[in-house]
């Protein structure tokens, strides 16, 4: 088998770098894993690999401190395992917390590791210099006229002392565009770098940013015009070690193939998680075959495609049909014993199985469950799952779908005549066109919400599928997050169900106890939730935005729209007047000061009314209510929202503030009329705890009092 430096004498150039950068924060990969990857790679096209994990604490913390003996003896095995499948295995190392530049003892330490890494077999290198402080020590602000001059002296040192291998990387401070000052074409620590570094030594670069959306061909040859060579792509697009819930298995996408030709090489740092690597690998090896090292210049991508010689799409389908195979592979059966033979027994020592249930298998019943089957994983469930789990700076198609359908039917929740809503129930059947508070809904939004619910169904089914995989490595990489990611469709789902009025009572949604589950993101969630700019960096194009809500004085102009907002919650018409139909209708004007009105970013969307002297409007309107109601409570309050208001703290506060104008006219008490088909505001008013229910003879009402 040929070596890297063989391969340059054949082809008269240096090959191409593709392959795996393991570089993230977090627990490295197993030994086990990473001889995986190199067969994956061999079989893929790949021929690198940089061992750069920032958790081995020899490699980046504790830099000077030599391996062990059986530290030695698997580092060695590793080595060996790469070159026997043709992968070129690169050490790196990152002194840079905490190294003296100017101190001859610091370089020799550094040395004296790196050489025990060369007599295991490494012959390629790595000195990292990323995510450190770029202040000096007084020592070497001494020795260096800048930090960068003390990187480059050491870096070429130990170059040269290596005998100037091959592969010989280093990775700067400034790794990306954002990080210099002012910017790539006038930064001083680049122009160093590139003036200063030797040529055979060549630098990582991780695109505009530390997370490139994009890499631009016009970026690349602006850095390598200050580098003076060809970078080599850390590519951090599959990189998730900055923030536990997200997970990346989208293709590798939005770096153009005439890149190639530019570049020295790319390598991913992907997933902290080894086994939902497979697409982010798989995809990038694809890309790479359009290289003139690559093995498979015609992959067929379609003419629809921006890059004739790469599609994204393409490149996926064949990663996760690949991938699935992975995933039917039985890792281990389940309880079987280990395979050592230290352990087995002779087959006449074994003790027989118990046989307790008797022979034949158990068979239900006529009328009872049958047996669960677990269905077969799907590729057509992977692609889901690819869509819920895409890129950084987006979501895969049928996750952009499921957002824009939940967003449409939370600002299309409204009314409908009755005639057209029974129209609807009975042409959508398993969903009631009657929402939770009697508004009815247009025959449209009750085909959109079954839509969105069979979306929803077919995260459910991917979940129970992917649970049942025979490979449980696989699963087990991906438990938390398909478990996180069903929670959140099945609190979605629940919401727009109750928006129909399908399901369970929709007082649910002004619940100020909610179960654990109906809150993300615990103190992490919390700060994100208090600072100004939580959700305006949505991956959603229009997402729905964090409700807003404005409570002012009611005024004349208000009357019309909250006339609107009462007959759209008005359920029951057949039943007598109460005395706060009239006061939501504009027929009595509300006492002065004791009307508010609440506003979200779509308009009125609630409001509170209240009069100081209710008797005197019940005998206008001939409703009966006793006389020792109106002496303990003399004052009425009425109030009503729209479905769309689910958080029932900025009602809470009206009430309050109304409460607090009522009680300074001298009033003693307050009252409420609700029906009993209200049940929003029933369960809402009962939850204030101030309020208490009052006997009446009515028994179509519910009166509620508090004393002021």
């Known amino acids: 088998m040929a070596t890297p430096s063989e391969e340059k004498g054949q082809t008269g150039k240096r090959r191409f770098l593709s392959g795996v950068v393991e570089g993230f924060y977090g627990r490295p990969w197993t030994m086990e894993q990473r001889t995986d990857l190199f ?69 020799a330490a550094l040395k004296r590791k790196l050489d025990q890494v060369r007599q295991f077999g490494c012959r390629s290198f790595s000195l990292l210099f990323d995510d450190i402080e770029s202040e000096m020590c007084p020592a070497d602000k001494q020795a260096f006229s800048s930090f960068a001059h003390a990187q480059v002296a050491l870096t070429n040192e130990i170059y040269q002392h290596l005998g100037e291998p091959e592969t ?49 061909v016009e970026s690349i040859d602006e850095v390598s015009s200050v580098l003076k060579r060809a970078p080599v792509i850390w590519d951090n697009i ?50 790479c075959k359009t290289s003139p090292d690559g093995d498979q210049r015609d992959v067929e991508m379609g003419d629809e495609e921006e890059d004739p010689c790469y599609s994204p799409q393409k490149a996926l389908t064949l990663a996760l049909t690949d991938w699935l195979q992975e995933f039917l592979l039985t890792d281990q059966p389940r309880g079987a014993r280990p395979a050592s033979s230290s352990l087995r027994k002779d087959p006449s020592e074994e003790e027989p199985m118990q046989t307790d249930m008797g022979d034949s298998p158990y068979v239900p019943g006529p009328g009872e469950n049958p047996l669960y089957t677990a269905e077969p994983l799907t590729l057509d469930d992977l692609r889901l799952l690819s869509d819920l789990f895409y890129l950084p700076y987006e979501h895969g198609p049928k996750a952009r779908s499921m957002l824009q359908e939940l967003d449409w039917l939370k ?36 085909s959109r919400a079954q839509q969105f619910d069979e979306m929803c169904e077919s995260v459910v089914q991917m979940f129970n599928r992917l649970s049942n995989a025979p490979n449980r490595n696989i699963l087990y990489d991906l438990y938390n997050y398909i478990c996180d990611i069903k929670s959140g469709v099945g609190m979605a789902r629940a919401y727009v169900k109750t928006l129909g009025g399908r399901g369970r009572p929709s007082m649910q949604l002004m619940n100020d106890d909610p179960e654990p589950w109906s809150f993300r993101g615990g103190l992490s969630g919390e700060f994100q939730r208090m600072l100004p700019g939580h959700g305006s960096r949505d991956l959603f194009r229009h997402p729905p935005r964090t409700a807003v809500y404005c409570t002012r004085p009611y005024c004349p102009e208000d009357q019309v729209e909250v006339q609107r907002i009462y007959r759209e919650m008005l359920q029951d018409t057949t039943q007598p007047p109460l005395i706060s139909d009239s006061l939501s209708t504009g027929e009595i004007s509300p006492s002065p000061l004791c009307a508010l009105v609440l506003e979200d970013d779509l308009g009125l969307c609630g409001y509170t009314l209240a009069l100081t002297d209710a008797k005197s409007v019940a005998a206008k309107i001939q409703r009966v209510i006793s006389d020792s109601v109106f002496e303990d409570f003399p004052s009425l309050v009425t109030a009503q929202v729209l479905p769309r208001v689910t958080d029932p703290t900025p009602v809470r506060r ?55």
């Open 238 to 287: 599959h990189a998730n070690d900055y923030d536990p819930q997200r997970l990346f298995l989208g293709p590798y996408k939005d770096r153009s193939t005439e890149l190639i030709p530019k570049l020295r090489g790319v390598l991913t740092n992907p997933n902290c998680e080894f086994h939902p690597n497979f697409v982010a690998i798989h995809s990038l090896a694809t890309w």
């Open 654 to 708: 009206m009430i309050g503030q109304l409460l607090s104008s009522v009680r300074s006219t001298g009033s003693r008490g307050v009252f409420c009329e609700l029906r009993h088909s209200d049940r929003r505001m029933v369960d809402f008013f009962t939850k204030l705890e101030t309020f208490k229910t009052v006997q009446t003879d009515c028994e179509h009402t519910v009166v509620m009092a508090t004393s002021l």
């Open 39 to 107: 067969k994956r790679e061999q079989k893929l096209g790949l021929n690198t690999y940089l061992y750069a994990p920032k958790d081995d604490y020899k490699h980046r913390m504790y830099w000077r401190e030599l391996y062990s003996a059986g530290e030695a003896d698997q580092l060695m095995a590793l080595i060996s395992a790469a070159k026997k499948h043709n992968v070129e295995f690169v050490y790196a190392i990152s002194p840079g917390l905490d190294i003296t530049f100017s101190n001859p003892k610091e370089v």
């Open 411 to 446: 600002s299309h929740c409204g009314a409908l005549s009755a005639d057209a809503a029974q129209v609807c129930e009975s042409t959508l059947q398993g969903w009631t066109s009657f929402s939770l508070f009697g508004a009815f809904q247009t025959a449209e939004w009750c």
């Open 168 to 216: 010989f990387l280093f990775c700067p401070t400034d790794y990306c565009a954002a990080f210099c000052i002012p910017d790539v074409a006038q930064s001083s620590y680049l122009h160093t770098v590139g003036d200063n570094l030797l040529p055979g030594i060549d630098i990582l670069w991780t695109g505009p940013k530390v997370v490139s959306n994009k890499i631009p």
